[in-house]
């Protein structure tokens, strides 16, 4: 099996600071995702991923970047941090884009908390 | 466009009792259907998927058959465990992207 790893765990950071997460996944896989999630409000995509150099961007991208220099990481970048953007963002990667079945495999998540 | 509603944001049962959790959608196509769950500090993990009518995947006592005339895909358990507690998403594929309900919490008690 694979995992997926998700760095930091907790990202702490003051408003208007750029502030980056890193997801990094040993399944070898091509589609990437960086979802977040509120409580409530189910779990929103703000970028994805097909390949490497590939950026998709999802519902919620603004005030987002994300980067995909090689297939097995993924980063994403908030470009000035709010305090209305605490939430816990979560990796994915799946070997599509989902529309055929394919099954996401999640990191734990990075919880961003901005004082 | 397409989504997916989870009517209960709640669930609070007592350990032994069945377990129903509602998931309702609406999509343009005939979309893979999932069922992911994520326990406390744990990554969502897929529990069910299926695409096709009224056919009835199951998977660690879970079961949930997807019917395209009422567009459902309820997840059912006939007797619920304290290690069920968690937060349970209905999720459909749609357009190279995954559609989430807003999620249920599952609550066990003894």
């Known amino acids: 099996g694979g995992i997926i790893t998700q760095t930091p765990k907790f990202l702490i950071g003051q408003e208007g600071q750029k502030l980056t997460l890193k997801c990094q996944q040993n399944f070898n896989h091509d589609t990437m995702y960086w979802y977040r999630q509120d409580s409530g409000k189910g779990l929103r995509l703000i970028y994805y991923s097909i390949t490497e150099n590939d950026l998709q961007k999802g519902d919620l991208s603004e005030g987002y970047d994300a980067s995909r220099e090689k297939k097995s990481s993924f980063s994403l970048t908030v470009t000035s941090a709010q305090k209305n953007e605490m939430a816990v963002f979560l990796c994915a990667s799946s070997t599509d884009r989902g529309n055929s079945g394919n099954t996401l495999y999640f990191g734990e998540g990075s919880r961003l908390i901005v004082v | ?110």
């Open chain 2, 1 to 110: 466009g397409d989504s997916v509603t989870q009517t209960e944001g709640l669930v609070t049962l007592t350990e032994g009792l069945p377990v129903m959790l509602n998931c309702t959608y609406q999509s343009t196509y005939s979309p893979f259907l999932f069922w992911y769950v994520q326990h406390l500090n744990e990554a969502p993990k897929l529990l069910l998927k299926s695409f096709t009518d009224n056919k009835r995947p199951e998977h660690q006592g879970f079961h949930a058959t997807l019917h395209k005339s009422s567009s459902s895909f309820h997840l059912q358990k006939s007797s619920a465990q304290l290690s069920d507690s968690a937060l349970y998403y209905c999720a459909l594929s749609s357009n190279y992207q995954l559609i989430w309900g807003s999620g249920t919490k599952l609550i066990i008690k003894p």
